[in-house]
């Protein structure tokens, strides 16, 4: 049962454009996300991350953004940069356990 | 310090033969987790250890798999009886409460294929 999906396997855009990465979750009882960058050969690195109490989280160039009622979170990139192509991943926790989504695929286009 | 490291970076092997993999968190973390990421998905917890006790297990790791962390620091992760459904890329993340614990410093994993 996938808890986190995201939807969109492939996501591109230009250069200086918004990126927006979406995320869906079904366990009400996470309490916290987060979003993971990919690039090939390595481990995910920590991107951003919000708590449940809160509906909005910024980071320079990288907004999160978590709607409870719609159990829906997204990751805004502005402006996107060749540089941030990889895969995204969101992630959801409920205690100790960490579910991760499929990932999206971004290619920022110069 | 600069991360957490994974060895062997890859491991081929045959089926039915016993596979170990060993992590080192970043030294001051005291969390350590391991992760299956199968092509297409994302990563799937296994089990974590807060110091040397391991706390959590996933239903997806079976008696085929077991798991250590003797002192607290390195881990290792040892698949007996290897199964061509076991090829995958195992992924170790460590996190410390200065970061919630919620922040993971994943490591580049080791990609098994069994054969």
């Known amino acids: 049962d996938q808890q986190v999906k995201q939807n969109s396997p492939s996501l591109s855009v230009q250069e200086g454009r918004i990126s927006i990465l979406n995320c869906d979750y079904t366990?009400?009882?996470?309490?916290?996300f987060l979003w993971y960058k990919k690039y090939p050969a390595e481990g995910p690195t920590f991107l951003i991350s919000?708590?449940?109490?809160?509906d909005k989280n910024e980071d320079g160039r990288f907004t999160v953004f978590l709607n409870k009622s719609a159990k829906h979170l997204s990751l805004h990139i502005v402006p996107s940069q060749p540089g941030d192509s990889a895969v995204y991943f969101c992630?959801?926790?409920?205690?100790?356990?960490?579910?991760f989504g499929t990932g999206t695929s971004l290619t920022v286009i110069p | 310090d600069t991360g957490v490291s994974q060895n062997p970076r890859h491991k081929i092997t045959k089926r039915g033969q016993n596979v170990t993999f060993r992590c080192d968190p970043i030294?001051?973390?005291?969390?350590l987790y391991w992760y299956r990421q199968t092509l297409g998905q994302g990563p799937e917890f296994l089990t974590y250890?807060?110091?040397?006790?391991?706390?959590?297990k996933s239903r997806l790791l079976s008696d085929r798999f077991s798991a250590e962390r003797p002192k607290g620091s390195f881990s290792t992760l040892e698949i007996q009886r290897t199964e061509q459904g076991d090829s995958a890329m195992y992924l170790c993340?460590?996190?410390?409460?200065?970061?919630?614990?919620?922040?993971?410093?994943f490591g580049p994993g080791t990609r098994l294929t069994v054969l």
């Open positions: 919000i708590s449940s109490i809160k």
């Open positions: 030294s001051e973390h005291n969390r």
């Open positions: 992630a959801a926790s409920a205690g100790n356990q960490f579910y």
């Open positions: 993340a460590s996190s410390s409460l200065a970061g919630g614990y919620n922040e993971q410093f």
């Open positions: 366990n009400s009882m996470f309490d916290y």
């Open positions: 250890f807060q110091n040397e006790a391991q706390l959590e």
